[in-house]
């Protein structure tokens, strides 16, 4: 089945040329089936670029999915097209009635700063808890799950001394999870960010449990039974080139910043990244997607009750 985007939103074409199903929103209307609505707190400031790489990888079930994209009420992107946002997004107080099966909180380029000094924090506070009632499976990312694990638990971000950047491998720490299905004994997954959540501090927290980790840069992905709730700290939806795209910049402009750790072939900046995560990503959000469906009510009038 496939997921249900607008015709003119410019990841349609990307995602038809790529194979995956995508159909508009009069085709659906014929079809009598519910489709999953998830929404997607956007907060990256290159927009389409991460609507791309999420709708890829929620369209790649069987399942028809209707993807709402969010932005915040007040924030304004300098970085993407004003008509864009216009056509394509809503703010949180349009949506704050309405049930959703599952949300995708994105990261933010907002490492450096305590939460408390984000310009959205309030407001990204009322995201959060309106999640207990209008969301059946909220999936916080990077930042974002930073920001989800802090909110509900008071598990702290800590500053790194170098960047973790590059691709890293993780241990798969519970096989029989359901979000883990079909899973290896360990995985690669792209990471970079300035920040880190320690082991022991999330062990302190009642109900969490980790499911992937790496001896090298800490915990990666949280289940939070509790809040109905999986909190990812790296970037398993990153494109094969996203990493590239991060070094060629801070190059450019400069910046102190070391090859990514595993990714160039050689440790050659010339050649061409291969993807080697691309199976684990569509693994993990097919095994969510799956686990919505499986215990998300018909009735969405019932989410959250």
């Given at each position: 089945?496939?997921?249900?985007?607008?015709?003119?939103?410019?990841?349609?074409?990307?995602?038809?040329?790529?194979?995956?199903?995508?159909?508009?929103?009069?085709?659906?209307?014929?079809?009598?089936?519910?489709?999953?609505?998830?929404?997607?707190?956007?907060?990256?400031?290159?927009?389409?670029?991460?609507?791309?790489?999420?709708?890829?990888?929620?369209?790649?079930?069987?399942?028809?999915?209707?993807?709402?994209?969010?932005?915040?009420?007040?924030?304004?992107?300098?970085n993407t097209a004003a008509?864009?946002?216009?056509?394509?997004?809503?703010p949180f107080e349009e949506?704050?009635?309405?049930?959703?099966?599952?949300?995708?909180?994105?990261?933010?380029?907002?490492?450096?700063?305590?939460?408390?000094?984000?310009?959205?924090?309030?407001?990204?506070?009322?995201?959060?808890?309106?999640?207990?009632?209008?969301?059946?499976?909220?999936?916080?990312?990077?930042?974002?799950?930073?920001?989800?694990?802090?909110?509900?638990?008071?598990?702290?971000?800590?500053?790194?001394?170098?960047?973790?950047?590059?691709?890293?491998?993780?241990?798969?720490?519970?096989?029989?999870?359901?979000?883990?299905?079909?899973?290896?004994?360990?995985?690669?997954?792209?990471?970079?960010?300035w920040t880190e959540m320690?082991?022991?501090?999330?062990?302190?927290?009642?109900?969490?449990?980790?499911?992937?980790?790496?001896?090298?840069?800490?915990?990666?992905?949280?289940?939070?039974?509790?809040?109905?709730?999986?909190?990812?700290?790296?970037?398993?939806?990153?494109?094969?080139?996203?990493?590239?795209?991060?070094?060629?910049?801070?190059?450019?402009?400069?910046?102190?910043?070391?090859?990514?750790?595993?990714?160039?072939?050689?440790?050659?900046?010339?050649?061409?990244?291969?993807?080697?995560?691309?199976?684990?990503?569509?693994?993990?959000?097919?095994?969510?997607?799956?686990?919505?469906?499986?215990?998300?009510?018909?009735?969405?009038?019932?989410?959250?009750?």
């Open positions: 089945m496939p997921i249900k985007i607008p015709a003119d939103l410019p990841a349609y074409d990307v995602l038809t040329n790529e194979g995956v199903m995508v159909m508009d929103p009069d085709q659906a209307a014929r079809q009598d089936i519910r489709a999953l609505r998830i929404g997607l707190l956007n907060l990256m400031p290159k927009k389409i670029q991460t609507e791309n790489q999420f709708a890829r990888l929620i369209g790649a079930t069987p399942l028809q999915i209707e993807l709402s994209l969010i932005r915040m009420s007040e924030h304004q992107t300098r008509a864009h946002m216009e056509s394509f997004y809503r949506v704050r009635d309405e049930k959703f099966d599952g949300l995708i909180i994105t990261g933010a380029p907002i490492e450096h700063l305590a939460f408390d000094e984000v310009t959205y924090w309030d407001e990204l506070r009322m995201v959060m808890d309106w999640t207990q009632t209008n969301v059946h499976s909220t999936f916080g990312v990077c930042w974002g799950g930073m920001a989800m694990i802090n909110h509900f638990h008071g598990v702290r971000k800590h500053m790194l001394e170098a960047k973790a950047f590059g691709c890293f491998r993780h241990r798969n720490l519970a096989p029989a999870s359901q979000y883990l299905r079909g899973f290896s004994d360990d995985c690669v997954i792209p990471v970079s960010r320690r082991q022991a501090e999330i062990d302190a927290a009642p109900g969490l449990t980790t499911l992937l980790g790496s001896d090298e840069v800490g915990p990666c992905l949280v289940e939070d039974p509790a809040h109905r709730a999986l909190y990812i700290f790296n970037h398993f939806e990153y494109d094969s080139d996203t990493l590239k795209q991060e070094y060629d910049r801070d190059v450019a402009s400069g910046e102190a910043i070391t090859l990514p750790v595993n990714y160039y072939p050689g440790d050659d900046p010339a050649r061409t990244p291969l993807n080697r995560w691309r199976s684990h990503a569509h693994l993990l959000y097919g095994n969510w997607i799956n686990a919505i469906y499986q215990s998300t009510p018909f009735d969405m009038s019932q989410i959250g009750a």
